[in-house]
């Protein structure tokens, strides 16, 4: 047994203390970069680089490992480099209102644009009334009304004096109208003064009325056509004074921007605009449509002169990095507000609001691939964008409306944007089978790993790493001995003695508890003393099951034998994980044999309480058992083997060696020692494999031990594969260094079951056999017992069922 048991040298993580040559981290200079990732470095380098379509990147890890961190600070460094995008806004489109039109402008001119038109407006709402009030506008309109009022008095005084050689005056109507009515020595005759003249008279007036009405006539048409010319002649006079004052200020702006075609085009159209609605700059009055409610004071026109600046980098340094936190489909794309008037939701280009891929577009969007695909049509939304290169705001709600409403349709912006998704691998996996669009759009993969190696280069990396946390949180620095217990806890967290963990969440948190402990100790710094209260503070915070599970064991609730010997019974070690806890935990295992044919059965398997990879250990059992006792013919036995006291699933084949160690007891009808507890697969040839969790379950079977006494004689036996992976509690590292637990390693089942039972157990000879008192010795008589009773018993049924035949003829 002693040539198996581990050296204390194998039961932790050591550090070199020549590679921590300072006395506290205050002396070491801050971490700077990505720690431990080459791979995903170089990934990231490359994916931020490559300007190729559909090189957006996919960097997977788990949390806690700095994928976030190290992503924005790679990508920020390379943009501080970028060249700083355009800006972008959005105008009124006078040709087709609903589609807004998207102008483009150097980064910082956007802003600049959108001051001088509000200048042109409020100028020319100054000038225009001036220039419309001025003298000379009004001596020409007053020309033009005056000769229309001239040409109409003409065309009057003549109908007038027409009417009066005729002997007829003319009358006018309340409702503006002219009748002729007729004159006799100068007086206006009636109705009934008319009625009395002869047939002859009457006839005569009529002819005459009718001829002055037919002149009347012209003379009205002949009006209407001087009242147009009067109307078109103050239109252009109108037209030509605004055109005098607002063309320069038009010219001046597209002399501005004559680099920018369609910024000219545009500056057009607003001129045309304004020459037509030139009204909309003078003075309106409030309209009051009802006691106390007036009509919007918002000009009908001026608005379409205001410019939407949707993007503005002028104080962008470099390419922007924009990192999106609640990734909807609008937060993506932008949005369309609306805002209620009178009853009603109403919208225009000036309420276009800028999504994510905007901000970002001609730099880098950081986002989380949980976060996008937890929101709906988000994730089409992006890769929709990214697939045709330009960014469409739409609104999603125009498809489940039974009724459409008048929505605004704005013109697309070309995008041009580097995507980073960050998430679990296993969404990498999942999209990259089951999306098409995912492979074309995401080709590079930057994966981060949950471990570094120990070496003097992760060393340093952690100690720099500490140094960082200390000053930008302003925490107590540390001493070297702190840093090693540090580093020894990163060794812990991955179950080896040559790696570290990447995921420095948890290291940062355990710097940030070790320096709150440093606090209430008053202590200048912190020490190795604080990371060990911090250690077992976190612990005793998470351990109120596991703690339970030991005072069950102690009352016997729970059954674990850890002292004596018993045939056909083993104490397995589990593996629990609760959230941010794990624990291991002794579980009794025991085995009846008797005869029989069908084998080793697992109680568990059949009330289905064991899972597949549980099922395939047993299996494996099986076949061992087979192949190492049944060369010599057919073995027939019965056995059966139960985890006792388990009535949840069974899963994983960390107990498949237990469960071989048992069985060989029952029989051999060797007792095992229950002072010791076993984990450990195995394979078909009796080799022991690697198993998880290794450092918990010695540590569950040590404290269960010292819950029910400490004896000096009890340990655990690991496989010899899992030393590297030993990262032990200073507890349980001082319980072995002074003898009172201990733990073997072993390499296949008969090592195994010689320290359990303390009975060699026996190598086979060239003859088959085994040597005669080992273990395989024994097992392997108790197997021909058994098959020899029960083919005897089936002999014995032959005969009698021979014999029954026989009676019945």
């Known amino acids: 047994m002693e040539k198996y048991k581990v050296s204390i040298d194998y039961l932790k993580a050591k550090v070199p ?59 920020k460094e390379i943009a501080e480099k970028g060249k700083t995008p355009d800006d972008w806004c959005y105008v009124y489109n006078f040709a087709n209102p609903d589609t807004p039109s998207a102008l483009k402008f150097p980064h910082g001119k956007a802003i600049e644009f959108k001051r001088d038109m509000e200048m042109l407006v409020n100028d020319l709402k100054i000038e225009l009334p001036k220039t419309f009030e001025s003298k000379i506008y009004e001596e020409h309109r007053n020309q033009i009304i005056k000769e229309f009022q001239n040409k109409k008095n003409e065309l009057f005084e003549k109908i007038e004096e027409d009417a009066k050689q005729a002997n007829f005056a003319i009358k006018h109507t309340p409702g503006g109208g002219i009748i002729f009515v007729p004159l006799i020595e100068g007086q206006q005759l009636k109705e009934e003064e008319i009625e009395k003249l002869t047939e002859e008279a009457k006839n005569e007036i009529r002819k005459k009325q009718e001829l002055l009405y037919e002149e009347l006539e012209e003379i009205l048409r002949k009006i209407r056509e001087l009242e147009k010319e009067a109307k078109e002649k103050l239109s252009k006079l109108e037209r030509e004074t605004a055109e005098f004052t607002i063309s320069p200020k038009i010219e001046e702006l597209k002399e501005k921007y004559k680099d920018y075609p369609e910024v000219c085009k545009y500056l057009d159209d607003v001129f045309k605009d304004m020459i037509e609605n030139v009204d909309d700059f003078k003075e309106k009055r409030e309209i009051e449509i009802l006691p106390g409610i007036k009509l919007p004071d918002r000009e009908s026109s001026l608005y379409r002169y205001t410019v939407n600046v949707l993007i503005d980098n002028s104080k962008t340094k470099g390419a922007p990095v924009v990192k999106e936190t609640n990734p909807t489909a609008y937060n993506l794309c932008g949005r369309i507000e609306y805002r209620p008037q009178f009853g009603a939701m109403v919208t225009d280009f000036t309420m276009i609001k800028p999504g994510a891929l905007h901000k970002a577009n001609g730099g880098y969007l950081i986002l989380q691939v949980l976060d996008v695909l937890k929101n709906y049509f988000a994730w089409e939304t992006l890769k929709r964008a990214l697939k045709n290169n330009e960014i469409i705001i739409e609104d999603l709600n125009e498809q489940f409306r039974l009724i459409n409403t008048p929505s605004l349709r704005p013109t697309p912006i070309p995008l041009d944007v580097k995507v980073i998704l960050i998430g679990h691998p296993i969404f990498y996996y999942l999209l990259y089978a089951y999306d098409e669009d995912f492979r074309k759009l995401f080709k590079v993969r930057a994966d981060f790993s949950t471990l570094m190696n120990k070496d003097k280069e992760g060393i340093k990396s952690y100690v720099s790493f500490i140094s960082k946390i200390c000053r930008e949180e302003n925490l107590k620095h540390f001493d070297r001995f702190a840093v090693a217990k540090v580093i020894e806890y990163g060794s812990r967290i991955v179950e080896d003695r040559d790696k570290l963990t990447t995921r420095f969440i948890e290291i940062a948190d355990i710097v940030r508890e070790a320096n709150f402990w440093a606090e209430i100790d008053n202590s200048p710094f912190v020490q190795e003393k604080h990371v060990k209260k911090a250690l ?27 002292e004596g010997e018993k045939v056909g019974e083993i104490n397995g070690l589990s593996y629990i994980s609760l959230g941010d806890y794990s624990f291991g935990k002794p579980t009794k295992i025991t085995c009846n044999v008797y005869v029989g044919r069908s084998g080793v059965i697992n109680i568990d398997r059949e009330v289905k309480l064991a899972g597949r990879i549980h099922n395939k250990g047993f299996l494996i059992l099986n076949n061992y058992i087979n192949e190492k006792y049944g060369q010599e013919g057919i073995i027939a036995f019965s056995a059966s083997i139960c985890f006792e006291q388990l009535y949840e699933e069974i899963e994983g084949d960390s107990a498949s060696s237990t469960e071989i160690y048992v069985l060989l007891s029952a029989l051999s009808n060797v007792p095992i020692k229950q002072g010791i507890a076993v984990t450990g697969s195995v394979n078909q040839k009796g080799e022991i494999q690697p198993v998880g969790g290794i450092n918990e379950k010695i540590e569950g079977f040590y404290y269960t031990c010292k819950t029910k006494k400490l004896t000096g004689e009890q340990g655990v036996i690991i496989p010899e594969r899992n030393l590297k992976h030993l990262v032990l509690n200073d507890e349980v590292i001082e319980a072995v260094e002074k003898g009172l637990f201990h733990i073997w390693a072993v390499k296949t089942i008969d090592q195994g079951i010689e320290i359990l039972t303390g009975i060699p157990a026996g190598e086979k000879r060239a003859d088959g056999t085994y040597p005669e008192g080992t273990i395989n010795y024994l097992v392997t008589k108790r197997i021909k017992e058994l098959t020899e009773k029960y083919l005897k018993s089936l002999k014995v049924k032959a005969k009698k069922n021979q014999k029954n035949k026989e009676v019945e003829k």
């Open 536 to 562: 077992e503070e976190k612990v005793y915070r998470s351990n109120l099951i596991e703690k339970r599970i030991e005072e069950l064991i102690k009352e016997g609730v729970i059954i674990v034998d850890t």
């Open 17 to 75: 203390f020549e590679d921590l040559n300072f006395s506290t981290t205050e002396e070491v200079p801050p971490l700077e970069g990505i720690i431990g990732q080459e791979r995903a470095k170089r990934a990231l380098e490359f994916g931020l680089k490559i300007k190729s379509k559909g090189y957006n990147i996919f960097v997977s890890g788990i949390t806690g490992s700095g994928r976030t961190t190290s992503v924005e600070q790679a990508v």
